[in-house]
């Protein structure tokens, strides 16, 4: 069975600064990795996808993640937060998206 | 162009009725998700329609949970004799085709509660 962890509950950064999510995940084969980001009462919206190809993946909003086999992760990262980029990040692996427990990021002005 | 729409957007009920969650995927998407997320926790998969196939039924957490798929279009999500452990919110995703590298596309969900 597979399984995607996030092991932090909560990421709090100043506004500008660097911001990484963490993300670890468990999958059999060549793993389909996905992040989401939601917002207060929204469903989930796509942020980027790793199927094969470069580990650097980028996606809406300038973030990016990259995907590390070796250390079975695919953590979320930007260079330069911003307030509006507050809200709740989901790791998941496909097919029936296996969902991490997601990550409140917050991010201080 | 129109996203995934979902009603009604909040259910409040009383335990041991049955409610219907509704569920119009994208136009041109064969494939339709159910998830359930509950507070402070993670979506837990429900079930997985791909068009004509026979639906991935299981995330289903018991047997008073069902769901449909009429003309490989609208569905609907039926809990029946409802609990108060099924308040949650209950969501919705579509993707251009059910292979593993298509991202999911999500309605912004149904707030069930059940008093």
């Known amino acids: 069975a597979q399984s995607v962890a996030q092991p932090e509950d909560q990421v709090k950064v100043a506004e500008g600064n660097p911001l990484t999510v963490k993300c670890t995940y468990s999958?059999?084969?060549?793993?389909?990795l996905f992040w989401y980001v939601q917002y207060p009462n929204r469903g989930l919206q796509f942020l980027l996808k790793?199927?094969?190809?470069?580990?650097l993946v980028k996606g809406s909003y300038g973030f990016e993640a990259e995907f590390n086999k070796s250390q079975t992760s695919f953590h979320l990262k930007k260079p330069s937060a911003l307030v509006s980029d507050s809200a709740l990040y989901f790791c998941?692996?496909?097919?029936?998206?296996?969902f991490g427990s997601g990550t409140q990021l917050t991010v201080l002005p | 162009g129109a996203g995934v729409s979902q009603s009604p957007s909040n259910k409040v009920t009383e335990k041991g009725k049955d409610v219907e969650l509704r569920c119009d995927p994208i136009?041109?998407?064969?494939?339709l998700y159910w998830y359930r997320q509950s507070l402070g926790q993670g979506l837990e998969f429900l079930i997985y329609?791909?068009?004509?196939?026979?639906?991935?039924k299981s995330g289903l957490p018991s047997d008073r949970f069902s769901a449909e798929r009429t003309g490989g279009s609208v569905s609907t999500l039926t809990i029946q004799r409802t609990q108060q452990e099924d308040s949650a919110v209950y969501l919705c995703?579509?993707?251009?085709?059910?292979?593993?590298?298509?991202?999911?596309?999500f309605g912004d969900g149904t707030r069930l509660s059940i008093l």
């Open positions: 995703a579509s993707s251009l085709a059910g292979t593993d590298n298509q991202p999911q596309h």
């Open positions: 999958v059999s084969g060549n793993p389909y």
């Open positions: 790793y199927i094969t190809g470069d580990n």
């Open positions: 998941a692996a496909a097919r029936q998206l296996t």
């Open positions: 136009s041109g998407h064969t494939a």
């Open positions: 329609f791909q068009g004509n196939s026979a639906p991935d």
